[in-house]
């Protein structure tokens, strides 16, 4: 997620959104991440285009899901470099692993997370590193950036535009803002592992290409506007600063009609309404064990079930039980006859469920989706289940308990509520204060001087 101009090229390692105005509308280049991340920002280059920017996005040769040739914007495609590959099979072997410590004593699963996380650090900036590197070592390609103008940030000092959620090293709120425990019960921990992991990755690569004393955690932190993805409706109060805007949800719409196959099997349902299963983009199908069970109990409820599901077909599954390889999930959220969604807990998912006012079982399996189903458990609006030892009847009681239990859906309409009160849309705000308002770049505090502006606040008041 990142983007690459002039003596702030560097920045691309950590930056989704670059834009340059001009009376006549931006030149913006966007480096992109893959996977569910691209179908975000789909939706802001879809806005950005309705006001007539010239958008161009840098993609590899390996994408997933970034195509070569769209009508919404023209690609610089980067031929692919030799790296560990980070597609759907690393990400099913992370989820083996994420079962496997689930089975783990608390202590033992704690020193092993660190050690995961450090590895899995290594190999994505790793493969960061070789593309970055492999970029500026075309010369043919840095000249045609050049051409284009996208390096007038430096000289005009136009605005750098952020869209992130986590970053290099984390959680990006507390690379700005960084959060005493006396606010946030969760700290960041990423410290020692952004200096001692993360920068050494890219020293190389800074003194090739940048002046001596260039600092890649400055560089990264001197964004004019940060597009935090983040609602306050969700998440625990934070501090913050003038240069951020929040647009939690951002991607969530009303939903469309749709398709007749589906809207008939939605109807289908009766009074008894339709439960949605998706884990995610990235995830095809749990272990068979698991997956049984899972089927076996939905076969057992009387509510239709919209499951996205790859692989082989489960031997228990049930009549009432549709299996598809990809469905509108906006769009099905937001139809009135669904009444519970099955997720891991992303991102998407979630902000969509509080959009439309879904309860959620959850099934979280990989980084942030712990913490987002736990947030979302603590407001009454979800129930969570351990995946590594999932049992039929456990699944079973959990979704009825969800479906019968009448203050998860009022919880979760309360926080739509909440949500959807705002005189802008995420998505409006995003464009209006990060695309049309310069603001000043905020002071830096030191650790001492925050601590100590803390402790004077709550003696004070």
């Known amino acids: 997620k990142s983007t690459v101009t002039g003596s702030k090229q560097l920045s691309s390692l950590t930056c989704l959104l670059f834009v340059t105005c001009c009376c006549h509308g931006g030149n913006i280049l966007v480096w992109p991440e893959d996977g569910s991340h691209w179908l975000n920002m789909k939706v802001i280059l879809r806005k950005l285009h309705s006001y007539s920017h010239s958008l161009t996005v840098v993609r590899s040769s390996k994408s997933w899901y970034i195509k070569e040739n769209s009508s919404l914007y023209s690609t610089i495609t980067v031929n692919s470099v030799e790296t560990e590959d980070v597609g759907p099979d690393y990400f099913k072997m992370l989820i083996e692993r994420s079962l496997a410590l689930q089975r783990m004593s608390s202590f033992f699963r704690f020193l092993e997370q660190q050690k995961d996380i450090a590895n899995i650090l290594k190999v994505f900036h790793n493969g960061a590193l070789r593309m970055v590197s492999a970029i500026f070592d075309d010369a043919a390609l840095v000249e045609r950036l050049r051409e284009a103008k996208f390096d007038l940030l430096q000289f005009l000092n136009l605005?750098?535009?952020?869209?992130?959620?986590?970053?290099?090293?984390?959680?990006?709120?507390?690379?700005?803002?960084?959060?005493?425990?006396?606010?946030?019960?969760?700290?960041?921990?990423?410290?020692?592992?952004?200096?001692?992991?993360?920068?050494?990755?890219?020293?190389?690569?800074?003194?090739?290409?940048?002046?001596?004393?260039?600092?890649?955690?400055?560089?990264?932190?001197?964004?004019?506007?940060?597009?935090?993805?983040?609602?306050?409706?969700?998440?625990?109060?934070?501090?913050?600063?003038?240069?951020?805007?929040?647009?939690?949800?951002?991607?969530?719409?009303?939903?469309?009609?749709?398709?007749?196959?589906?809207?008939?099997?939605?109807?289908?349902?009766?009074?008894?309404?339709?439960?949605?299963?998706?884990?995610?983009?990235?995830?095809?199908?749990?272990?068979?064990?698991?997956?049984?069970?899972?089927?076996?109990?939905?076969?057992?409820?009387?509510?239709?079930?919209?499951?996205?599901?790859?692989?082989?077909?489960?031997?228990?599954?049930?009549?009432?039980?549709?299996?598809?390889?990809?469905?509108?999930?906006?769009?099905?959220?937001?139809?009135?006859?669904?009444?519970?969604?099955?997720?891991?807990?992303?991102?998407?998912?979630?902000?969509?469920?509080?959009?439309?006012?879904?309860?959620?079982?959850?099934?979280?399996?990989?980084?942030?989706?712990?913490?987002?189903?736990?947030?979302?458990?603590?407001?009454?609006?979800?129930?969570?289940?351990?995946?590594?030892?999932?049992?039929?009847?456990?699944?079973?009681?959990?979704?009825?308990?969800?479906?019968?239990?009448?203050?998860?859906?009022?919880?979760?309409?309360?926080?739509?509520?909440?949500?959807?009160?705002?005189?802008?849309s995420p998505l409006d705000s995003a464009t209006f204060f990060g695309l049309s308002t310069l603001l000043d770049t905020k002071e830096q505090l030191t650790f001492t001087q925050r601590e100590i502006t803390c402790l004077g606040t709550l003696t004070t008041t």
């Not at 996205?308 to 299996?323: A, D, F, I, Q, V």
């Not at 990989?366 to 030892?389: E, Y």
């Not at 859906?409 to 009160?421: Q, T, V």
């Open 159 to 424: 605005p750098m535009v952020y869209n992130v959620r986590w970053i290099n090293a984390g959680d990006a709120h507390m690379q700005i803002a960084p959060s005493s425990p006396s606010h946030v019960p969760i700290y960041n921990s990423f410290l020692l592992q952004e200096r001692y992991i993360i920068v050494p990755v890219y020293r190389e690569l800074l003194e090739r290409h940048f002046p001596p004393g260039t600092n890649l955690l400055t560089m990264q932190q001197s964004a004019d506007i940060w597009l935090m993805r983040m609602d306050f409706v969700f998440e625990f109060p934070w501090p913050t600063m003038l240069n951020v805007v929040y647009m939690g949800g951002f991607q969530c719409q009303p939903a469309q009609a749709l398709p007749t196959e589906l809207e008939e099997f939605m109807q289908s349902s009766g009074k008894h309404g339709v439960v949605i299963m998706s884990l995610g983009a990235v995830v095809s199908a749990l272990p068979t064990a698991i997956t049984e069970a899972i089927a076996t109990a939905f076969a057992e409820i009387p509510q239709k079930v919209l499951w996205r599901y790859h692989g082989e077909r489960p031997s228990t599954l049930g009549k009432n039980t549709l299996l598809l390889e990809w469905f509108p999930q906006n769009d099905l959220l937001g139809h009135p006859k669904t009444c519970v969604f099955v997720s891991h807990g992303g991102t998407n998912g979630i902000y969509e469920a509080i959009y439309h006012g879904v309860p959620v079982l959850a099934l979280p399996l990989l980084f942030d989706q712990f913490d987002n189903v736990l947030q979302l458990q603590v407001r009454g609006a979800a129930r969570v289940l351990k995946v590594a030892t999932l049992t039929s009847q456990e699944f079973l009681e959990a979704l009825k308990d969800v479906l019968e239990n009448p203050l998860y859906r009022s919880s979760i309409r309360k926080l739509s509520e909440l949500h959807h009160d705002r005189p802008l």
